[in-house]
DNA sequence: TATGAATGAGACTTCATTCAT
DNA sequence: AATGAATGAAGTCTCATTCAT
């Protein structure tokens, strides 16, 4: 009841999906999809149960909207990076030091996980995911580390599988802290393990590694 | 109704057990524990929905059972590939051929997956395979590469991470294939991939990798 | 097994179908009809699950024999009681000594509770225990007293409920010590309640109730 | 579906616990805790099966509170009137006439039965209401009685014996009613029993009984 | 006759979704 | 736009009853 034309304090409404996104994410990330109840979400939230139906037609619908929205970031990310093909090792030096960084800001591990976890349950996201970011993701280290291995700067090999050893030590890195930190287990220092991960991985794909730095 | 010849019971308690678990494991890997119906497991099971609370008091002990039934045969052969300890490449290679074999016959990556997936819901689960399965295999991995390390053999670098590096290979393409096969990706060859990326993790720790096969 | 002719030390099954239903007695009295658990029932009488379909066709046949089996002895009691027709005090004293030795003897007390218990599900027993043992044994005694009232003995007044008051300072004594005295009530001496109250309502009842022993 | 102008949902929050309360008194009453089903109580309160859950969280709970709801105004009726403790005769013909009145506006039979039947299964129920209930009113009264006793109003005898005596009229008599009633027995006039029983009694229990009304 | 593993209908309970306010 | 009481379908779990042994 507040005079017409005040609206100081009062939330925007144009914020609202964004921040039940936001308040869904952290449950159905900590749950998963099943196990999230929408009233936890609408508390999280701060608003009524409701309230959510305003914004999304139904509980697998807000899952959609938070798994779509972990993927438009890192596309545009990705691509920028890639885009900018310098030599293969720089790039996955530059990368390896990003990638733990953005991890640690945008919920890239939560999100991934969830699309592991409920992939049988929602296929099409799994598609979505591997479609525009996974496979992209993949086909353009394969890209780069051929084009190496065609100037003779990295070793034979499958491309596509040089490509999931340099992800991979990040990657489990951070799961292995979402999932056993929690109950006691030593957190891997992320930038540490990514650093050394992919120096270690780059030392062995290249077929000169005497510039370490 | 039923065909004749067809009895309505079986009488078979010692087998129930397994049978029920085995069937559990294919539901709850595909659908999460929340997800997972209990119609479904005893239609899996081949018994009724009552039968199955003859043998375990409810839907989580079921569960419990699953992922236990998944620890002990691991943690068997774990230990004894460390008790051999020979030099520190021949483990790791010998494992990088062992694995995906152990891989493709028992459910690991499923179970894993239930577990990361489920670690928040049930986070004594979490506790057991970390303390059990995950603590341990990371801690013989890295006390072999710390002794390597002090016989020159490996480089300098915190054993634990790269315990980490060696096993993400293998791990990724697992939880790759059983992701986004499904949903149209090209699965990649196990057994290839581990081979490939043993062999290049190795290749950047040693520190006189020469002996490449 | 056992020679033939050699039935020494087994059972009887003759006197299977009085043990369970007084295993039956033991449970439907503590726990009600619909609480009672056949599985509990058959442990108490020593028999499997199954065995108890070999005697009774229903768990509802099996009360209707519990409740049924409390009758016939009472029945035989009360009518021999008032047959023998002397001074009407005499009768109530009579019976208050009696009652309480039969009543720690039989169930009577537990059984009644079913039937009161059960009344609304089971209207087909309320019935018979009214019309069999309740309704008579009123009778009998409101035509007695009507009978003393006419000789001037008793004073005027209903003589229903005439008997009820005799008989009402039992039954709720061993309603009290059913009910209170598990929870820790000081239980009543049910004899010595039973023959303070019949005195008691006597030398209210009696015109001349100068003859107290 | 629904008649126009019927609307779905009412918003009586308030008033939802009475309702359901009373619904749960009239079908726990009848079949007793076990064999009462919810959706025959959601019915009687003319709600939904799942509504009742936002009042009470399991059958039990709304069972507790049945008999709860039944303890309170008779606490504070049986307290004021022992307060005023007048000549020991008029408290008893005091209450010989008002509780008759209770009785019939309140269901303290139809939960006293509840009790009764369900002690076993429930036994903290039993103990409240011994402890907050029946306790006291056997404590006032044999007080009360004693106190008579020593003025040589009141015969010698136990004292908690003689108020089991006095209020067992009325109780057998509302029991009566409840039990063989409904299948076609003459039911008793309360009031009346309840005043020929306590005039009976007080009349073999005063020395002088002469001021008979 | 006796067993007890197995069944399946039915109960309690949860929770996504609706809608009067 | 927002609320939250209310709904009802669906899930877990119980247990009287059956039947191969």
Redesign the interface.
Known sequence: MLPAGQPKFRRRKADRPEEIVRAALTVFA??????ARLEEIAAEAGVSKGALYLYFATKEDMFRAVVAQGLAPNLAFIQAAAASAPAFADLARTLAALLPQVAERAPIAAIA?M???????F?EL??V??DQL??PVIATFAHAIAAAQARGEVRP??P???A??L???L???L??N???A????AP?DIP??AR??V???????LTN?GARP
Request: hydrophobic letters at 45%.
């Open positions: 900590s749950k998963g999809f099943a196990a996980k699309v592991i976890g409920e992939a049988r349950n296929p799994a598609r995911w591997h996974v496979g090999g499958d596509r599988a040089y999931v050893s992800a991979s030590g990657l489990l890195g799961v292995f979402e999932t056993f929690p109950v006691g287990a891997f540490a393990l050394q991960h120096e270690t991985v780059l030392a062995g794909m590694p």
